[in-house]
Structure formats: C-alpha cells, structure tokens
C-alpha cells in the first residue's frame, strides 16, 4: 500500500515560515490534501487539491506538490497555527484513501 | 449552515457490535459522497469507509466484512454498522463529508462531525 511520510513534529518562532512535508512515491502525480487538528477537535480542512484553500482559511496557508514531496506552507506563523496537521491521498492500488503520520507544529 | 452530529458510541466487549450515526444538516447527504474517518487515541487519521451518492460503497481492509456504511434518505443521516469488534477499533469516528465538487476517487473531506468515541474492551 502507499505510505505517506511526515516529519513528526516541527517547531517555527511567530512570524517565520513553517514548512510541512509529506513524501511518497511519485507524489507529484497525485492530488494531495491537507488537514488541521488542534486538540480535543475535529481535523479542518486547510489545502485541497495540492494548493486550492477553502474560503475562511488565510492566505498564509499554501501548498505544493512535485517530485515525491508535498509540502504545506505556513506564512507569517500565529501562535494559534499550532496543531497537527495531516496529508491525505487517494492509493490507486488499493483504492483507499491515505493519510499522512501527522506533523505536529509547535510555535516557540 | 453545514452540521455533522455523531453519536452511538460508547463501550463494547471485543465480539460485540454498535450502531453509530451521523446526523446532517444544512445539506443532503444522498446527493453527497459521505466517509466515515477513526482516530485511535493518540494516533492519526485513518480512513474507513466511503458511500457514493450512487450508493457504491467501499472499505478500509482493515474493516471490509464487518462493517457496513449506510444512509437513511429520510432522515438524512449516515450510518456505520460496526460487528465483531476488537480492541483495535478503539478510536474516535468521524463522519466526514466530501464536497460535490470533489473528483472521486481523488477526493477530500470538507466537513468533519465531533467525532465518537469507540472503546472496545472487556
């Protein structure tokens, strides 16, 4: 089955760029989708079809997809930006759908 | 206004079964695809079931042969037939929506419910 890798956890000072991947195979040739879970809450959606945003989610929110990495991109970062967030896409071979590990974004 | 309502959780011995449903609002869950989503504590998101609006439905393997989605038209609300259950079905379930708009099978979730919590254990 595909296997979507997630860096456990990273961590970004307010108002720099956090920058979160999800690598798998040949990524670059799938649609890719991104959620936000804070705790105790249900995942939101931030990023859709590799880098198309829901309405109400900031333009500092953006993200990109090529090669065998998808990466979520988080401008000018927020204190309430901390979360989890997830990669999502759909496994051809088994007809599923797949999520990332999950990254954990600490704001210092 | 969109509104996902789960409920039907609660605590179950490893064998047993339990009915979970998802009350929706502010749009028709016939004319939607809609998914079920678990999340066992402390873990991520994994997905567990998908109906079409045509009413295809499909399975995580991990699930395939004991549960069963389904909709009630009428009351327009999702359904998740959960049987023989094991202590690995302990999870938070999320019903989820999927937009018109997406392009199955490389669909996304627009809308998330609460969630309910699932523990199976003796």
């Known amino acids: 089955s595909y296997v979507l890798t997630q860096p456990p956890s990273v961590s970004v000072a307010p108002g720099k760029t956090a920058r979160i991947t999800c690598g798998g195979n040949n990524i670059g040739s799938k649609s890719v989708h991104w959620y936000q879970q804070k705790p105790g809450q249900a995942p939101v959606l931030v990023i859709y079809?590799?880098?198309d945003r829901p309405s109400g989610i900031p333009e500092r929110f953006s993200g990109s997809n090529s090669g065998n990495t998808a990466t979520l991109t988080i401008s000018r970062v927020e204190a309430g930006d901390e979360a989890d967030y997830y990669c999502q896409v759909w496994d051809s071979s088994s007809d599923h759908q797949v999520f990332g590990g999950g990254t954990k974004l600490t704001v210092l | 206004e969109v509104q996902l309502v789960e409920s039907g959780g609660g605590l179950v011995q490893p064998g047993g079964s339990l009915r979970l449903s998802c009350a929706a609002s502010?749009?028709?869950?016939?004319?939607?695809?809609m998914s079920w989503v678990r999340q066992a504590p402390g873990k991520g998101l994994e997905w567990v079931s998908v109906i079409y609006s045509g009413g295809s439905t499909y399975y995580a393997d991990s699930v395939k042969g004991r549960f069963t989605i389904s909709r009630d038209n009428s009351k327009n609300t999702l359904y998740l037939q959960m049987n023989s259950l094991r202590a690995e079905d302990t999870a938070v379930y999320y019903c989820a929506r999927i937009p018109r708009i997406a392009v199955a099978p490389e669909y996304y979730f627009d809308y998330w419910g609460q969630g309910t919590l699932v523990t199976v254990s003796s």
């Open positions: 502010g749009f028709t869950v016939s004319s939607n695809y």
């Open positions: 079809y590799d880098s």
